[in-house]
């Protein structure tokens, strides 16, 4: 039983992308806040992921397995969470209100309101703003394809 614990113990001490990962509006994606170092994101989310090589900002994706696409996005400056957004469409990811991915834009302006819509070259970034953290939920060909926090003064357009 003593071996069970710790193996059970070891695997939450190291982390991992959450398969059904949820936005909190304001405070958090997938468990991570803004603020919050490079080592707390890495004792959550574990040591499974790449760093961006062409951006500006370090950047590191934390997928479900090797070379796969979905999954979770995190900046950092100076070591600390600047904006966090989801990959691709990570599948079963929700609010805590129950709007899923791939919902319909309808679904969106209504669970999510108030949202002001922000045009970006490929998609629409439909944002509210509060507290100093913008809580994004991105739009693509009408449906819901993305989630994203960052500071109020950053744009939404990745």
């Known amino acids: 039983m003593r071996t069970a614990l710790a193996l059970v113990a070891a695997a939450a001490a ?6 059904n990962g949820v936005l909190v509006p304001g405070r958090s994606l997938g468990g991570v806040r803004l603020g919050e170092t490079a080592a707390d994101v890495r004792a959550q989310l574990g040591s499974f992921y790449g760093a ?8 590191w994706y934390f997928t479900y397995r090797r070379f796969t696409h ?50 970006c070259p490929a998609y629409t970034a439909l944002v509210h703003d509060a507290h100093g953290v913008r ?24």
Not at 52 to 59: E, I, Q
Not at 139 to 157: I, N, Y
Request: net charge positive; with cysteine.
């Open 14 to 19: 190291t982390g991992s992308l959450p398969h």
């Open 135 to 158: 809580t994004v939920y991105y739009v693509l060909d009408g449906k819901l394809w993305g989630f994203g926090l960052m500071h109020t003064r950053a744009s939404p357009c990745r």
């Open 70 to 119: 979905a999954g979770l996005a995190v900046e950092l400056q100076g070591r600390r969470v600047s904006a966090v957004y989801t990959v691709w469409q990570p599948h079963g990811w929700r609010t805590r209100a129950g709007l899923q991915l791939g919902a319909v834009e309808a679904q969106v302006t209504k669970l999510a309101s108030p949202v002001t819509p922000l045009q």
């Open 52 to 59: 961006c090589d062409g951006c500006s900002t370090p950047t």
